[in-house]
T-cell receptor, first 115, second 112 residues
């Protein structure tokens, strides 16, 4: 069965320090993996996606994520947090095989950035 | 180029009332989706469409119906609203499955 687990519901960092948002997944097939960001009272915006090409994926606003098949992880990182990074982040798994189309969102990680 | 728009932005219903949420996209995308977002539960897929005239059930379809009569529009209907349907509803579109989804700004629905 397909599932997504975001290991932290809240993460707090100081501005200028690294960010790590953790995501583990399970999938029966070769999945596509995404990270989306949602700022308050806004829709979701794509940060980056993995679709079986390079395992290190670079996204917008300095974020990147590494696909590790052996660990079934797709953690999101950023070297230096900015105040504008404060938002909710969602890890998403998508797979399509035979007659099954699955799209599963994680429960989200709220990132707080302190001055 | 407006992207994905949703109408209305806010709505309050009484239990048993019906309503339709409208989603429109101007990117000529084949796929469209309706999600609901509840605190601590992320987004859950209600229904989706892989093209004009086609719809399919997602993770939480009960109590909702959808229609895709035109490629650019995807309607979500609640025939008899229940308090459990109080949520924020997001529409999204994508050119195909497994690709980036573009989201609308959301509709906040309260059912009393």
């Amino acid at each position: 069965a397909q599932s997504v687990t975001q290991l932290d519901s809240h993460v707090s960092v100081s501005e200028g320090t690294p960010v790590l948002l953790r995501c583990n997944y399970s999938s029966s097939y070769s999945p596509s993996l995404f990270w989306y960001v949602q700022h308050p009272n806004k829709g979701l915006q794509l940060l980056l996606k993995y679709t079986s090409a390079a395992t290190l994926v670079k996204g917008i606003n300095g974020f990147e994520a590494e696909f590790k098949k052996s660990e079934t992880s797709f953690h999101l990182t950023k070297p230096s947090a900015h105040m504008s990074d404060a938002a909710e982040y969602f890890c998403v798994v998508s797979e399509s095989a035979s007659n099954t189309d699955k799209l599963i969102f994680g429960t989200g990680t709220r990132l707080q950035v302190f001055p | 180029n407006a992207g994905v728009t949703q109408t209305p932005k806010f709505r309050v219903l009484k239990t048993g009332q019906s309503m339709t949420l409208l989603c429109a996209q101007d990117m000529n995308h084949e796929y469209m989706y309706w999600y609901r977002q509840d605190p601590g539960m992320g987004l859950r897929l209600i229904h989706y469409s892989v093209g004009e005239g086609t719809t399919a059930k997602g993770e939480v379809p009960d109590g909702y119906n959808v229609s895709r009569l035109k490629k650019q529009n995807f309607l979500l209907g609640l025939e008899s609203a229940a308090p459990s349907q109080t949520s924020v509803y997001f529409c999204a579109s994508s050119p195909d499955w497994g690709n980036e989804q573009f989201f609308g700004p959301g509709t906040r629905l309260t059912v009393l």
